[in-house]
Nanobody, 116 residues
Framework: QVRLVESGGGLVQPGGSLRLSCAAS????????MAWYRQAPGKQRELVGS???????NYAGSVKGRFTISRDNDENTVNLQMDSLKPEDTAVYYC??????????WGPGTQVTVSS
């Protein structure tokens, strides 16, 4: 029932930009916090950024000042604008959405590769 559709990943050179989007659908319950996580090869999954329904954001220290998370509550989407990308940003990025009552759901992941 619940679907999280991610888009925007790809290959970009260092210093470039990408914009990730995630659209949530299929649940009759309200959405609370939405977030983006990432997992690099051989490393643990980590929080990149999150945003509450009211718009309060937080970021990992490694991306603060370079990434911006935003959301559209009418369309149930969360976006991650990634600027000044570095090779260490290379990872699979996962959308995470917390629904009231039914819990949290994960997107399938979208690859972001930063390389020259």
């Amino acid at each position: 029932q619940v679907r999280l559709v991610e888009s925007g990943g790809g290959l970009v050179q260092p210093g470039g930009s990408l914009r990730l989007s995630c659209a949530a659908s299929g649940s009759g319950f309200s959405i609370g916090t939405m977030a983006w996580y990432r997992q690099a090869p051989g490393k643990q999954r980590e929080l990149v950024g999150s945003i509450t329904r009211g718009g309060t954001t937080n970021y990992a220290g490694s991306v603060k000042g370079r990434f911006t998370i935003s959301r559209d509550n009418d369309e149930n989407t969360v976006n991650l604008q990634m600027d000044s990308l570095k090779p260490e940003d290379t990872a699979v990025y996962y959308c995470n959405v917390r629904f009231l009552v039914v819990g949290e759901y994960w997107g399938p992941g979208t690859q972001v590769t930063v390389s020259s």
